[in-house]
């Protein structure tokens, strides 16, 4: 026995963690999107400070330099009614994020949920859960996201109670996309686990006594957590997408918050005079959105369980 199969024996055997972020950081496109992705959370959460440090709100107006150009008072000039563009700009990335992360988060939980009691109990649970379930599936959604975006929640009794006029655009657009957001993480847990109900360590719990909850949530859930981790992030991106284009159309995000979607709808009369106030937007848009589409490619070769071998 030579030394070269001595020191591959003797070779420590690498982790699952540590080959899939080997697999990950081969994905270069995925890892450029996690340092876009950092970029605009950091901006977006620190969009107070910067708000303080350059001494400029989102709703602070110059009528007498409306399109004012890029100064350094103004880095990305001013708007129709000389708003400051980047301030707004900032702000609107929060307000875009928040609502596409909360939604993607709430809807992931609720699918988990539904798509693991599917696939564990069957019959019955399984039928009803599955039926709702391609019910929302079959509508258009496009279409019913703008039905639901027109609806006023400060006229709904029970609502208007703990939703304020300022917030009430944000929390309509959370519930609306976690509404309509939780089916396909449902399905892909429900088959996941209906792959394992039948295996030995499954079986073997429930030998021991171990409670419905606890196999389901503490033994299974861990082993089909991967392809959710990758349409997790891949709803950010649908999210984000989603409210750009309601609020473009006047129906998501409400004036005076600000979001990328209604910046981009009071820019759109200005396109030939005022370009940047439709470009700088959609270019934000477009980055964010492809950045999320790439990190949930890349998490999808790094997780495939196909092409891990430990």
């Not at 939980?109 to 069957?122: D, E, L, M, P």
Request: hydrophobic share 55%.
């Amino acid at each position: 026995m030579n030394d070269l199969t001595v020191e591959k024996i003797q070779e420590k055997p690498k982790g699952f963690f540590e080959i899939v972020i080997e697999r990950f950081l081969e994905h270069r496109l995925a890892v450029a999107s996690i340092f876009v992705i950092f970029i605009f959370c950091a901006v977006a959460a620190g969009a107070d400070l910067i708000s303080f440090l350059l001494n400029i709100t989102p709703n602070d107006q110059e009528i007498l330099n409306r399109f004012g150009p890029m100064t350094a008072e103004h880095l990305l000039g001013t708007d129709e009614v000389g708003r400051d563009v980047l301030i707004r700009l900032i702000y609107g990335a929060r307000v875009s994020l928040l609502v596409a992360f909360v939604s993607a988060i709430a809807s992931t939980v609720i699918g988990i949920v539904v798509g693991t009691a599917a696939g564990y109990f069957g019959g019955v649970i399984d039928t009803v859960l599955m039926r709702i379930t391609d019910a929302l599936l079959a509508l258009p959604l496009m279409p019913v996201l703008i039905i639901l975006a027109a609806i006023d929640l400060a006229k709904i009794p029970g609502i208007r109670d703990w939703v304020s006029d300022e917030n009430s655009s944000i929390v309509k657009m959370i519930l609306i996309f976690v509404v309509f957001s939780w089916m396909t993480q449902a399905r892909l847990v429900r088959g996941a686990i209906l792959s394992l109900r039948e295996h030995d360590f499954v079986l073997a719990a429930k030998t021991m006594g171990q409670s419905a909850m606890r196999i389901m949530y503490i033994e299974m859930l861990p082993n089909v957590i991967s392809p959710v981790i990758v349409s997790v992030t891949l709803s950010v991106g649908q999210n984000i997408l989603f409210e750009a284009a309601l609020s473009f159309l006047g129906l998501g995000i409400q004036p005076p918050t600000p979001s990328w979607g209604n910046m981009l709808n009071n820019a759109i009369e200005l396109v030939y005079s005022a370009p940047w106030l439709v470009v700088i937007p959609g270019l934000l848009i477009f980055m964010v959105v492809v950045s999320f589409n790439f990190l949930g490619d890349g998490l999808q070769d790094a997780l495939d369980p196909k092409a891990i071998r430990i």
